[in-house]
């Protein structure tokens, strides 16, 4: 019902020369469904980001997630699972995050970064874009890297530098609003085309590989039972 709603739509709209050219829809498995029945697939085994316009064969109309949605989700994963673990990149973890705004908060300085305790507790606040911004963030990656260099007692967290730093780049990759943004927030054009795809490519990989370390652990104990 969904498909065929969106497909009138569109096709309304054409009529009155508005072309549809992208759909973009949050990761709902009704929305994935809805990709595959209008021709799209948005599995990362098998992608196809675009289907057919219905009241013109020649044009196709592109379909993606809502990167606002997604970081939101990331944030959500890191605090619920608390560990996630990837081979190249390292263990990150949600304490060190929660621990650096304690050391900021006891110490009554932010090391350029906007963590409170708002951020961390946001779980009144689900769907404020801003507070998954704040967290996964460049600016709480240096501060983590800061904290770490000298504070004894912090420990080490580069697992959870290098998670924030990529998903923060990727974030300011897909959500370019203007043309005069600077580095990853410009848009994709000829001339950084081929650094843009090189570094999406090996966050795909490092996404798409990372483990729950609770999930780890339990594979790991079941091999020494059998």
Known sequence: MQS???????????????????????????????ANILGGNLNP????ITFQHLSNPELNVYIFFDACHLLKNFRGALHSLQQLQEETIGTAKWSDIKRLEE???????????????????????????????????????????FASSVCEDFGSCQGTINLVAMVER????????????????HPINARNFESFESFLLST???????????????????????
Do not use: W
């Open 45 to 48: 085994d098998n992608i196809r």
């Open 204 to 226: 795909s990989s490092v996404l798409l590989n990372l483990k729950d370390m609770a999930v780890r652990k339990f594979a790991m104990e079941k091999e020494r039972y059998v």
């Open 103 to 145: 050391l900021q908060r006891n110490e009554g300085l932010r090391a350029a970064n906007k963590l409170t305790k708002t951020i961390i507790e946001f779980t009144n606040q689900k769907m404020n874009v801003k507070l998954a911004v704040q967290v996964l963030s460049n600016s709480v990656a240096k501060s983590l890297q």
């Open 170 to 185: 990727m974030f300011d990759i897909f959500n370019s609003r203007t043309p005069a943004a600077k580095c990853f927030k």
């Open 4 to 34: 065929q709603l969106l497909l009138t739509a569109i096709s309304s709209l054409h009529q009155i020369c508005i072309r549809v050219t992208s759909i973009v829809m949050d990761g709902h498995p009704t929305n994935q469904r809805m």
